[in-house]
Nanobody, 125 residues
Framework: QVQLVESGGGLVQAGGSLRLSCTAS????????MGWHRQAPGKQREMVAG???????VYGDSVKGRFTVSNDNAKNAVYLQMNSLKPEDTAVYYCNAVRAVVETKGVRTDYDELWGQGTLVTVSS
């Protein structure tokens, strides 16, 4: 089964830091880009940060200067360092992989997007 597994969420006070990690299962051969989205209660899912396999990054306006995305292509992993956290950063954070190639029983399949199950980040004031 194809999986992206997030970790690192939790409860932190405003001004604090957290580091999220996301690792793809071993049958994910490659992805053009990986990144993070988030969804707060009652709100639509929004893009937080993304990084291409070549290292180009993009950030949502609300997190620029506070969050840093990085990756490890060898592990098909992506990380999100979150600093100066604010209560409005409270959300479920989802990892995604864009244009992924997955190999199952010797057969390779292209996926436009893969998503993890999410990890909850709660920032208290």
């Amino acid at each position: 089964q194809v999986q992206l597994v997030e970790s690192g969420g939790g409860l932190v006070q405003a001004g604090g830091s957290l580091r999220l990690s996301c690792t793809a299962s071993t049958n994910v051969i490659s992805a053009n880009a990986m990144g993070w989205h988030r969804q707060a209660p009652g709100k639509q899912r929004e893009m937080v940060a993304g990084i291409t396999s070549g290292g180009m990054t993009v950030y949502g306006d609300s997190v620029k200067g506070r969050f840093t995305v990085s990756n490890d292509n060898a592990k098909n992993a992506v990380y999100l360092q979150m600093n100066s956290l604010k209560p409005e950063d409270t959300a479920v954070y989802y990892c995604n992989a864009v244009r992924a190639v997955v190999e199952t029983k010797g057969v390779r399949t292209d996926y436009d997007e893969l998503w993890g199950q999410g990890t909850l980040v709660t920032v208290s004031s």
